[in-house]
Every structure is written in C-alpha cells, then in structure tokens.
C-alpha cells in the first residue's frame, strides 16, 4: 500500500498553480483525505501532485453579499466553527456528519466537493442549496451551477486542468428552514442514504426542495412542495413536529420510490434504502418547515 | 506511574512499546512486497519475474518454482492430498493469495517491482459458497482430492437414535455462521534470514507470532529442517491479534526462503489491504441441530452437523474449528447422547483460522438457536428450559459424552443472577406492554460452558483412529516460565505465554510478588519469547486462554521452588531451620518471631556471592524452571473422546434490543453479563477481558462479515466495508458480574475467561432479535443482523 512514483510541486499562487495543472495528468492535493488512499491503492496513479496549501489566496472564508465564499483550502472544520458559517445553517447540520473529527480538520470543503462521493454530504448541500462552483484555469474562471457540477460518480464538470478554488454558497434568507439527516451503519460512515433540506415560508404556499445522496451516482434534487403543501393542508399551517412527520410520512414513500436510483449494496438493498429515504423525508422536511415558520416569526418580531 | 492499571501501560502510553515493525533486530535488513493473486481461481501457467529482477533496487524476487524447489508442502493436519505451500505453485484458489515475492531496498520499490511481475493466469471456475462447493459437479480445488470435503468424521455418543425414536418431540433447525474476523491494530510483520550452516540451514525469523507453537514445527517441516534450526523470536509487544495472527507461519517460511535468495535479512510488514485480504478469520459455518426433546423440554439427545468452509486450504491448525469445542458440545445442558458429524470442505475463499472464542461462537450459535427453538415449541419460557436442561452444580466434576470433564461450575446460579441483574420478570412484562403499542422490543439469552487451556490433543481428532499411529497420540496443555534472582534480590519472570495486549506481566508480577513476600518493584517480567532461551513446547502459546489457568500455575511452581532456596540460604544467615521461616515484607523472618529476619535481596546475595556456606550439596540455584502439566489433558481415545480442555467456565448472558421500526436500527438497551471464570486473578483485566470479547462479538453480530461475490471476489476488501465497531457503536449499559467457582485442576482456582462473550453473546443478541420479531413471522438463522438485513426478512416474512 505505497504510492507510484510521482513528482511534486507546491505552488505559492493560483497563476502558478493553475500553470501547473496545465501539465498533462496533474492532480490536486489539498487535505489528502480521498487521495491519499486513493494513490497509497495505486487505484490512481497522477504523474504530478498539485500541493495547493501554500497558496494563502485559497485559504479564504469570507461572506461577501448574500454569499459566502469558501477557498479550495478552507478545511471542513474551519467551516463548521467559523462564525460566517452560521449564515449558513444548512452547511452546519451537515457538517458533523462528515467523516471524523479528524477527517475534518484535514479535508477541504471544496475537496470532498471535487472528489463528488455520491454518498457524501457537501454536494448534495451544494445541490440543496444552489451553489456555485468557481473553477480556474489557463483559460480563465468559469463558474458551474452545483446542479450541473456533478456528472456522475466520482465525476464532476471540472476539467482535468482547472482548479476547484471556490465554492459559492447563498446565505440564508428569512423565512428559509433546512433539513439535514442521513442514515449509515456506523457513525462517521459515508451514508447508505441522506437528505439535505430547504424550506421556504416566504410567500404564498411554502417551496421545499430537498436533495438525496447515497441514492444514485450524484446528489439527486427535488422539488416536494406538493409533498409539504398536502401534509400542511391535512394538518393546518401550524402543526406539531409529530403530526407533520405523520403527515409527510403518507406520501413520501412514493418520494423515495422516484428518488433512489442505485443497484444497491451489501448494506442497503434499494428498497431498504427507500424505506430509510421515506423516514428521512419525512422528518426532515417536517425539522425544516418547523424553523423556517419560526425564522419567519423572529423576522416579524418588532 | 504507579497509579497505571498495569506495567505494560507506562511504555504502551508513551509510545515506547516495541512492536515489531519499530525494531531493527537484524542489520542490512531488505524489504518485500508479495504480489498476489487477482483470481480466486487460476491455473499458473508460467510466471515471469525477469523483468522484476532486473529492476534497480531489487535483490530477489522469487515465485512458485522457487517454493517449489526447496520448500515442502506444510505438514497437515489430516491426511488429505491438499499441498499446502506459502504461495500458490499450480493453481491459485483465493483471491490475494501469494504468488510472488519481491525483496528491494524499500517498500516503495518492492511494490514498483511487484507490478512487473508477470504471472500467466489461466481463470477457472471459482467456488464460494459451501453449499456448491459440496456438489459433485463443483469446481474441485485440489485436482488430485475426490471432491472439496477435505474431512468428514462422524461421531456416536451414547443411544443417539434410540433417543429420537422414543422422543415425544424432535426440533430441527438449520443455520449458518458468518466469517469474521478480530481485526488487530497491528497486521503480520516478520523479519527472517536465512543462513547455511554446517548442518544445513539455520533459519532466524522475528515475527508478532503467539502461537500456538504447534505451528513451529510445521514452519521447519515446510523448510526441510529440525525445529531447533528455526530460531523464531517474538517481541515483548503484540498490537493485538485475538488469534488472527497465528496465521503469519506461512510467511515465516516464504521469508525465509526470499532471505536465501536475497542473501539478507528480509522484512515484510503486511499492510491492511493484505490483511483483509489474505491473513486469516473465523471459519463460516453450516449447520444443523436436532434435538430429541419430552413435554417438559427436556433435552435426551443431539444430533449436531457442522460444515466449515475453511477457504482455499485446510491451513493447519485446520480444521480445528470443528474440533476445539469436541468435548463440550453439548454445552451446559445434561445431556447424554449426541451424534456429530464434522466436515470441512475447501472453497476458493481465504483460508481461517483462530478467532476468539474459535469455535466456539460457530457451535453456540447453532445450540443456543435450538434452545430458544425449543422453548418456543414447547411454549417454555427460554431461562425456563435452559433451567431444566443444564447440569446441577453437585453433578461436578461432570463428563460429557464426548469425553469434557467439566471441573466445576454452578450454571444455575450464574444463570439467576444474570436475570436478577435485568430484572427479568418485570422486563418480560415491560415487553408485553411493548409489544401492545407495536414495538420490536426482544430479550435474548445466551448460556454457555467456556472452555480454556486447550488440550491440543483434539486435534488428532480430524484423523479417524484406525489411522491415528499408535503410541503417537497427541495431547497437552502445559506452560513454561523460568524464574530468577539477581544478587540485588530483584526477581525476574520469563514468560513463555507470548501476551498480545492482555497484560499477562502485570499478573505474573503481582502473584511472584505476593507469593514470595516482595513489593512489585521488585519483581520485572519479561514476555519476549525467544525460542532458543525461552522453555517451551508444542503447546505453548497465547491462545485458548492459557494464562490465567496454565501459567500462573507453573509460576507457583517455580516461585515456590525459590523460595525454597531463599529461605534455606537465610537460614544460614538467622541460624534458625529453614521450615521455621516465612517470606513477607521484603524479609526473610521467622514465622513466630518478626524481629528475627534479614532481607530477602541479602538471602539471594548469598546464595550468589558465597554459595560456600550453604548447607553441604544444595545446589547453589536462583533460577527455577516450571512446566504445569495437567494430567486430566490426554490424548484422544480409542473409542474418539477428548477431553478437549482443561477447564471449563460459564458465561450467562441476557441481552434486551429494541429494533426502530422506521430504521430498523438495533439497539441494545442492556446486557447483562455473568462470567464464572474460578478464582478471579485480576478484577480490572477481567472486565477489560469481558469488554473486548463484548466488542467482538458485537462485531459478528451487528456488523462484520467477510463477504465474497459468487465468482470469489472479496466484496468487504476495506474498512469502508468491513465494518468494525468503533466506541460509538459500543457502548450501551452493560452489567457484568462473576460467581467464583474454583477450578480444583489448577493451582490457583483460575480458569481462562479471554473469550467467553465472544461465543456467547452473538447467538443472544441474534435470540434477542429472533424474540423481538417473532410476531412478524421472521426466524433469525444467520449473522449479522442490521437494518437492510431485517427488511430483507421482514419483506420475505411479510409475503409469504
């Protein structure tokens, strides 16, 4: 369980960073959470390893408008403690389910987002929330939408010599709630299946828009304001959590049906895990109604 | 320091263990790499290493013709035409077994070369499943083997069939056991050179190998060479093993042959891709169990049907799995009469080995099913049955059928007290209340006869008799210990047991101390093994919990034969008759008069320093050997019993789960736990003892197993699918208790205790499970048992 020989370079700025990813068969390497195994396996096998954390540009986390901007070396934990991401709840509840304690210190946001796990938690909070990938090269800087950053497993719109250097996420907005649950068998695993969240009260008729991973090769988006607009009209507008789990439990099961997409594992079968994305659903989008009312209501207050 | 639990603790701590793979025992040591096989089965056509050797770095590279041409097929267990090498020769029959070796300079390089290695497969039909491997038009492993059943012996113990004829009632069940493994920290490491001598080669390895010893022999078979020409030398610090690493013999011999070839040391530290690979597990296991039972639940006779899937090659010692367990089969019930039939056949799956609680969680699994089984037929209540089927505690020293000798035990009591401790008439109640609100809540138990110390004489047992050689019979359980005292009094212990983590120093100091009247400073164990200086035998080793029973009381034995010696040589000094003496505080003193003493160091500091003024012809000697040789482990019989242990302890275990309807999640929300274990050496190492085999067996039951696809490739390869539990799925409340009842057989009462709830609590969980959902119609026949399992029984249950 050694690496195949390869050469190294730590670049000190994104101009030269980007120069030399335009080598043929080039490879980042920022916290080295899937890489490091991946080359110790020589399942991958990059003639040049890119070691982007000396670049001091892509160290940054900063709220800049309605967004806030997370450097292709922000770790996973920075992110999780720093005040700026409270703007962001979404990325809070998911966050503690990524890997260990100790993965996060090491692991990049933009990492674990790049190497596009289809059981991970950062893409589908990425889809959930309509991120921005901004991606550098030669060529300039182009930014992708989260929902066509991810083209399959492992794959994502990245070319191989452009730089992942940031990840745009929105801030939240009143009258917004989220959802965040997964299931797997040990804690810190990657998830059999999961759910991301948004809800918002704002306007008319609440929009609930979720996004499974662990179901399929990518992070699968979903409208389900009909879901949440039948269980609200079967409950009232201001239900309590368990009524409104039981609510959204009647008609999720056929949610999870059109949403897992996978041949399964030894783990969970497909049907199992429908059964754990219906539960996941259910409760989720019930958590991210209830605090969007709430965020509603502290918006109101005087 | 001293606050530390154990003396092993201070060094493990502070990162000073000495582990093999930290030491450099032998200078200009080379590094290997083994290449191994991609197909679980394959005819090796030829194999080109040219391309490999001529690498820069590289100094050999060996490959089958080089095994071919100086080792010898390990010797087996039984007679059966399956040659087993440390690397495939004409087939490969296992998915990462070796084919290949290359020595470089470094790993990095080692595993560069590796990749040039060239080996021309001709893919086979491959065969995982014991079942197909059983049919007759089943690709056949071993070409010149009649079919893969590499053993099949049968076993009749008492009026088997006029029992079930008369029987009011039979219970038949079938079941099957998973392959899994303990998973130490630290994979295989061994360094080995090789040189020749006048006598023909001379063979040094260092290797984290425990034993049991039984296995050096079979190494110096595989090189042609007499056991005391393998110098095999074990580090003070073992990461763990659990039995797993008994497995790394094989590669005690291929390193030594790739020193030949290198013309230096060779080092090779498996990684755990390899390990998960290729090392070693439990045996997978099918089963049937019948039982011939009356109205009341009593149990008259067994029929018992094991078949292991032992992997590629009966790698010895297999197929013991079927055998460590031979004589208490019948497990803590009465019972008088039982049929066995004991099959392992060959698959193209890694080869097994020993596993904590070997054996054991494999038989437990099926007997303690049928138990449950059983009450559920007769409409018993399942501590009810176990009640009226296990052996009274006036009935010791109780013989079982197929030759145990139980020295001692009162199941029953251990039994109550394990349901005292849950209060298990209110928690039947609370079941029924939550069974009224459609919950999934299950009560398990488990009670089971835990053997230790090994007598390995069952596994002469595999061989029918009439082809067991007369007056060559195996048998034994025995350890060795050598004690001595330096001229300052300081006493050291030198251990021939091989402790992986479990702390066997810190008993060993604790008991000489106290036994010869010394503050523990002043007594230093040491537990490297080195078999050119260290006492040992065949049987030697830390396996089947050996230590507590076997070695403490060889220790006895040599401390008592010391103090001797010290009290004769302070007898000179006080002038008194040494009979009069006693050892207690440092001091060597009268026994009825405290003020007469001298010190213990100045006695040993004269029978060193002027051996002359000892008593004329007693020999001047502060070195005392001991080997504990129990006369009750004999070989097997004529007529095919063992008495397969030495001692016999008890574990009652009850488990509560309650399963999430929505997940279907398990959780368990207490055990109860009650270990009889003889006299109690250490309370904290016993429930560390406890704790770690509770882990284990949580692992078998909840989340581990060694999966293959049908065409033989590992699909649990990583620990992204091979799932141990970490400390956040372990912890649940847990209560542990322990009745003493003293082993008469050893010299301080103490049994072995290392893997009792490692056999028994995986058949209470899957109990508890099996009670929980009953209602739904689901029968728990196998491990493990997690949520996508479950909704897979649910789903069946629920449309037939």
């Known amino acids: 369980m050694k690496a195949a020989p390869f050469a190294y370079v730590r670049p000190g700025s994104v101009a030269d960073v980007v120069g030399e990813l335009a080598h043929d068969d080039a490879k980042v390497i920022a916290g080295g959470q899937s890489l490091v195994p991946v080359l110790a396996m020589r399942l991958g096998r990059p003639g040049l390893l890119v070691d982007i954390n000396s670049v001091s540009e892509l160290d940054r986390l900063s709220r800049e408008g309605d967004s806030l901007r997370v450097g292709a070396t922000v770790r996973q934990r920075r992110l999780q403690d720093d005040a700026l991401s409270a703007a962001v709840p979404l990325v809070r509840l998911a966050l503690p389910w990524v890997g260990h304690r100790e993965i996060r210190s090491r692991g990049t946001v933009c990492g674990s987002i790049a190497h596009a796990d289809p059981s991970a938690e950062l893409p589908a909070v990425a889809c959930c929330l309509e991120a921005t990938m901004v991606l550098a090269s030669t060529r300039g800087t182009r930014e992708v939408p989260a929902v066509d950053f991810f083209t399959g497993a492992l794959s994502t719109a990245v070319e191989p010599d452009e730089l992942l250097a940031q990840v745009v996420l929105p801030v939240a907005k009143p009258g917004e709630g989220f959802g965040f649950g997964e299931f797997a068998r040990r804690h810190g695993d990657f998830a059999l299946a999961g759910v991301a969240v948004r809800v918002r009260t704002h306007g008319a008729s609440p929009e609930a828009r979720l996004t499974c991973f662990g179901v399929s090769d990518v992070p699968v988006p979903a409208d389900v304001s009909a879901l949440l607009r039948a269980a609200l009209d079967a409950t009232g507008p201001s239900p309590s959590r368990a009524a409104l789990v039981c609510a959204l439990a009647e008609d999720a099961g056929d949610v999870a049906r059109d949403l897992v997409d996978t041949g399964g594992d030894s783990h969970a079968s497909p049907a199992y895990r429908r059964r754990l994305i219906s539960g996941l659903v259910a409760r989720e989008v019930a958590s991210a109604y209830l605090k969007a009312t709430r965020s509603e209501l502290e918006r109101d207050k005087p | ?800």
């Open chain 2, 1 to 800: 320091m001293t606050d530390l639990a154990r003396v092993e603790d201070a060094a493990l701590l502070t990162g000073q263990g000495r582990f093999l793979d930290d030491l450099d025992p032998l200078p200009g040591t080379l590094v290997a790499a083994v290449v191994r096989s991609p197909h679980a089965h394959a005819r090796i056509r030829g194999a080109d290493l040219e391309r490999a050797r001529r690498m820069p770095g590289v100094a050999a590279v060996i490959g089958p013709e080089e095994v071919l041409a100086t080792l010898k097929p390990f010797p087996l267990s039984v007679r059966t035409p399956h040659p087993y090498y440390p690397t495939a020769t004409d087939k490969t029959r296992f998915v990462g077994e070796p084919v290949a070796v290359v020595v470089a300079t470094d790993r990095y390089l080692a595993e560069d070369a590796a990749e040039l290695v060239e080996i021309d497969y001709e893919p086979l039909p491959a065969v995982v499943r014991t079942d197909l491997a059983m049919e007759p038009d089943a690709p056949l492993l071993h070409d010149e083997s009649e079919s893969n059943v590499a053993t099949d012996r049968t076993f009749v113990f008492g009026e088997v069939d006029e029992a079930f004829a008369r029987a009011r009632h039979v219970v038949s069940r079938s079941y099957s056991f998973p392959r899994y493994s303990s998973t130490p920290m630290e994979c295989y490491v061994v360094v080995a050179d090789w040189r020749d001598g006048v006598e023909g080669p001379e063979i040094t390895a260092h290797a984290n190998f425990h034993g049991p010893f039984s296995m050096a022999p079979v190494v110096a078979g595989s090189l042609g060479i007499p056991t005391s020409s393998l110098r095999l030398v074990v580090p003070a610090d073992i990461g763990g093993s659990f039995g797993i690493k008994s497995a790394v013999y094989p590669y005690i011999s291929l390193m030594a042959l790739a020193s030949k070839h290198a013309g230096r040391p060779v080092r090779w530290t498996e990684d755990r891709l390899e390990h998960l690979l290729a090392s070693s597990s439990g045996s997978d296991r099918l089963m049937t169990f019948e039982a011939a039972v009356d109205d009341d639940g009593v149990v008259s006779a067994l029929r018992v049907d094991l078949v292991d899937n032992v992997g590629g090659y009966l790698r010895p010692p297999e197929p013991s799995t079927l055998y460590r367990c031979f004589g208490n089969i019948t497990g803590a019930y009465a019972i008088d009469a039982v049929g066995i039939r004991a099959r392992a056949v060959v698959s193209n799956k890694a080869p097994t080995g020993l596993n904590r609680g070997f054996g054991g969680q494999q038989l437990y699994f099926g007997l303690e099913r049928l138990i449950d089984d059983i009450a559920r037929e007769r409409g018993l209540d399942p501590a009810e049955v176990r009640r009226r089927n296990m052996v009274r505690s006036d009935d010791f020293p109780y013989a079982t059928p197929s030759g145990g000798i139980y020295d001692s035990g009162d199941y029953h009591r251990a039994l109550e007290l394990a349901l005292a401790n849950t209060d298990y008439e209110r928690l039947r109640e609370e079941q029924a209340v939550a069974r009224e609100s459609g919950e999934w809540m299950g009560i398990g138990i488990a009670t089971i006869v835990d053997p230790s110390a090994t007598n390995i004489g069952y596994v002469g047992l595999a061989t029918p008799v009439q082809d067991r050689t007369a007056r060559r019979g195996k048998s034994g359980s025995t350890e060795h210990v050598r004690v001595t005292v330096d001229p300052q009094g300081i006493v050291s212990v030198l251990l021939g047991t091989v402790p992986q983590g479990q702390g066997h120093a810190t008993v060993a100091r604790d008991l000489v101390a106290a036994h010869l009247g010394l503050p523990v400073e002043h007594v230093r164990p040491r537990v490297e093994l080195d078999t050119a200086t260290t006492p040992w035998t065949i049987s030697s080793g830390s396996y089947s919990s050996r230590f507590a029973p076997l070695l403490t009381s060889a220790l006895l034995e040599a401390a008592d034969r010391i103090a001797e010696t010290i009290k004769v040589a302070a007898s000179v000094l006080l002038e008194v008759e040494p009979e009069r003496l006693e050892l207690a505080e440092g001091m060597v003193r009268v026994a009825d008069d405290h003020d007469r003493a001298v010190a213990f160091r100045h006695a040993a500091g004269l029978v060193h320093w002027d051996p002359g003024s000892l008593p004329d012809g007693f020999s001047a000697r502060l070195y005392e050997e001991a080997a504990f040789t129990p006369p009750q482990a004999k070989a097997a019989s004529r007529t095919d019993q063992i008495n397969s242990s030495l001692c016999y302890g008890f574990v009652a275990d009850v488990v509560v789960v309650r399963i999430d309807k929505e997940t279907l999640t398990l959780r368990i929300e207490h055990l109860s736990s009650v270990h009889d274990a003889g006299t109690i050496l250490n309370q904290t190492l016993l429930e560390g003892q406890v704790h770690g085999a509770i882990a284990q067996a949580l692992g078998g039951a909840l989340f581990e197993e060694m999966t293959y696809s049908d065409a033989g490739q590992p699909t649990a390869g990583t620990f992204m699918d091979y799932l141990c539990p970490t400390s956040a799925e372990s912890v649940f409340p847990l209560t542990s208790d322990h009745l003493e009842t003293p082993s008469p057989l050893t010299r301080l009462g103490a049994k072995g205790s290392g893997e009792g709830s490692s056999m028994s609590l995986p058949v209470a969980i899957a109990n508890a499970v099996a009670d929980a959902l009953h209602a739904e119609g689901v029968e728990i026949t196998s491990l493990p048992l997690h949520g996508n399992v479950l909704h897979d029984l649910l789903t069946t249950a629920k449309g037939t």
